[in-house]
């Protein structure tokens, strides 16, 4: 039964006394104080000290009394609707006496999650180290509220706003750092001028270096939304065990983020590129003419085969990484995705890839030769590692000079120079599934086809629809 009591208490003190009357003195012997509390003479006095309340609870465990206790209101009203307030989250199954706060319950909760992909639990823990326990670990359970949470992403816009003006200071050295070392350049031949050019550019270098040091990302709105999906996981899972009322994550207004729209580089766009170097979008797609130029760049490269597969059959970098050679049917023109390698800072794991990305790609007559031609120069250098170094048998399709797998980071490393080696205009590899999907809904292939090519759930998925939409950008 709801049955508060509420008392008027204060910080008022007065020398405490013994038995006897006498006054308690401390080791200094200066007078002990005792609070009044309810006993003061001034609580009748009106904004005189603040309210209390108690209530008692359902007995717990063995009988246990358990007994709800807040103070600190600055009229009785405000306690009553607090009193009521946190009665109902009681009888609704919160708890209401624990002490735990946000951080404690984040850690008890990523211990366990289990069943997390590798990555995600990765992103996760980044998320609650970064953003959530710095903002929120401190709150006890049973006090966060929706403005705790908006409050959070209010720092983080700010400290967005800060970050932005260093990364204008970093450019500014940058450009004074660059014509520091133009104006040693220039000054060859002159002796005294070029020691003080080369000490100005120097020092230029030095703070540009500096400054460099304390370089932060910006927050962007896409990472705001993945931050906020992982609290309201976090919340839901406290919803249902009952240690949180509400799922505040679900009520927070976030910046709207917008998949980038995946673009063709256009005579126009290569102009303006070529003038500017900058790209109009972070997603950009080559058309089958600059492709074709690229392809004929890598001809004598040692990976062509693994360039032209990803560009004529869509795969990501980590599919391609653990993909072995028993699951590669030349024959029949196929190969079977089943696996992939995760890369977490720099460190590769074997995981299996989502359901609908393990699907079986087939390829054309040219992309099976070069394949068998792989095949060949792998089993060559196979045979001259053997007497000189120890080859590394792993048994996957893709590998180093000496057997050893690619790593993921290598090979989007590997791409990016030879795109710049190439003189065309610059895509991410991960670029490579949009110009694949591309090239093949311009060959009159069927969506579906496509979709399940590149391993996406659906047809209608953004990602089917964004790659598809490259024709009319």
Not at 96 to 115: C, H, P, Q, Y
Not at 281 to 289: A, D, H, L
Not at 294 to 306: Q, S, Y
Request: charged share 30%; aromatic share 8%; hydrophobic share 35%.
């Amino acid at each position: 039964m709801f049955n508060p009591s509420y008392t008027r208490r204060c910080a008022c003190q007065e020398p405490a006394v013994g038995d006897d009357g006498t006054p308690i003195l401390k080791a200094n012997g200066s007078p002990k104080l005792r609070k009044l509390g309810a006993s003061c003479p001034k609580l009748t006095e009106k904004g005189h000290g603040t309210w209390y309340f108690y209530f008692e609870l359902e007995a717990g465990e063995g009988g246990k009394r358990e007994r709800v206790r807040r103070g600190g209101f600055a009229k009785k009203d405000d306690a009553k609707a607090k009193a009521e307030e946190i009665y109902r989250k009681a009888v609704g199954g919160a708890d209401v006496l624990s002490n735990a706060t946000v951080g404690e319950d984040m850690r008890v909760w990523i211990k366990r999650k289990r069943r997390l992909a590798r990555t995600t639990e990765h992103g996760y823990k980044e998320h609650i180290t970064l953003y959530l326990e710095p903002h929120l670990g401190h709150i006890k359970r049973r006090d966060l509220r929706l403005r705790h949470v908006e409050a959070m992403y209010d720092a983080i816009e700010r400290q967005n706003a800060e970050r932005l003006i260093h990364h204008a200071k970093v450019v500014e050295l940058q450009e004074a750092r660059d014509a520091a070392h133009t104006a040693w350049v220039r000054a060859a031949g002159k002796k005294e001028e070029r020691r003080i050019t080369r000490r100005a550019y120097l020092d230029a270098n030095a703070a540009l270096r500096e400054e460099r040091k304390s370089k932060r990302k910006i927050t962007s709105a896409a990472t705001m939304h993945r931050i906020n999906a992982t609290l309201s996981s976090f919340l839901g899972s406290g919803v249902k065990s009952g240690d949180y009322s509400t799922n505040w994550a679900q009520l927070v207004e976030l910046p709207t983020a917008k998949r980038p729209k995946a673009l063709v580089w256009s005579p126009e766009r290569v102009e303006e590129w070529e003038r500017t170097s900058k790209k109009p979008s972070p997603v950009m797609v080559w058309t089958p003419e600059q492709t074709g130029e690229f392809l004929d760049f890598v001809c004598d490269d040692r990976l062509h085969a693994m360039w032209h597969t990803f560009i004529f059959r869509g795969p990501r970098r980590g599919e391609m990484c653990a993909l072995p050679w028993p699951e590669v049917s030349l024959a029949k023109s196929w190969f079977r995705i089943s696996a992939q390698i995760v890369e977490i800072a720099y460190q590769q794991y074997d995981e299996a890839p989502k359901q609908d990305s393990v699907r079986t790609v087939t390829f054309d007559s040219q992309t099976g030769q070069l394949i068998r031609e792989w095949r060949d120069t792998q089993t060559r250098e196979r045979e001259q590692w053997s007497g000189e170094e120890a080859w590394v048998e792993s048994n996957r399709v893709w590998t180093h000079e000496n057997g050893e797998p690619l790593h993921p980071d290598w090979i989007s490393r590997r791409f990016n120079r030879l795109v710049e080696l190439s003189g065309l205009p610059p895509i991410r590899l991960h670029d490579t599934r949009h110009l694949s999907a591309t090239l093949a809904l311009l060959g009159n292939a069927d969506i579906k086809v496509v979709q399940e090519r590149l391993g996406h759930s659906s047809a209608r998925s953004p990602r089917t629809r964004t790659r598809a939409s490259c024709l009319s950008s």
